[in-house]
């Protein structure tokens, strides 16, 4: 079976893009349109990588990671953050909750595809 990853973005677009990408690249993708519905399919399943937008209704994304880091189950899994905000400020605030990469949207797929191989989970 292959490694399962979790892209979180409000944009339906964004996630068919990198869901392409990722199924591409043989990995297994789940979707969800934001932090609370991510969480609500974090059930214990693997998740060999997340990789997440930052600005979202209901819960954004470094909400989502501070979330992420309190469930055992999920307290190790490495996140991306897929973002259009460059600003310096907001990455330190991802990389103090915990993120391990910041990819600029617009990105190209083999720059985040480079950035997952990297990062995911044995």
């Known amino acids: 079976m292959g ?5 979180v973005d409000d944009s339906a677009s964004l996630r068919q893009v990198v869901g392409i990408a990722l199924k591409g690249a043989g990995y297994d993708v789940t979707e969800a349109c934001d932090g609370k519905d991510a969480l609500g399919k974090l059930d214990g399943r693997k998740f060999h990588l997340i990789i997440s937008d930052v600005n979202m209704p209901n819960m954004d994304g470094i909400t989502l ?4 880091k309190q469930l055992a189950a999920y307290k190790f899994t490495p996140v991306i953050m897929l973002t259009t905000e460059a600003g310096e400020d907001r990455k330190r605030e991802g990389q103090a909750a915990g993120a391990r990469a910041w990819v600029v949207k617009p990105f190209q797929p083999a720059q985040m595809l480079a950035a997952v191989s990297k990062l995911i989970l044995p």
């Not at 990671?65 to 992420?68: P, S």
């Open 3 to 7: 490694k399962s990853i979790m892209i």
């Open 65 to 68: 990671l501070k979330a992420l």
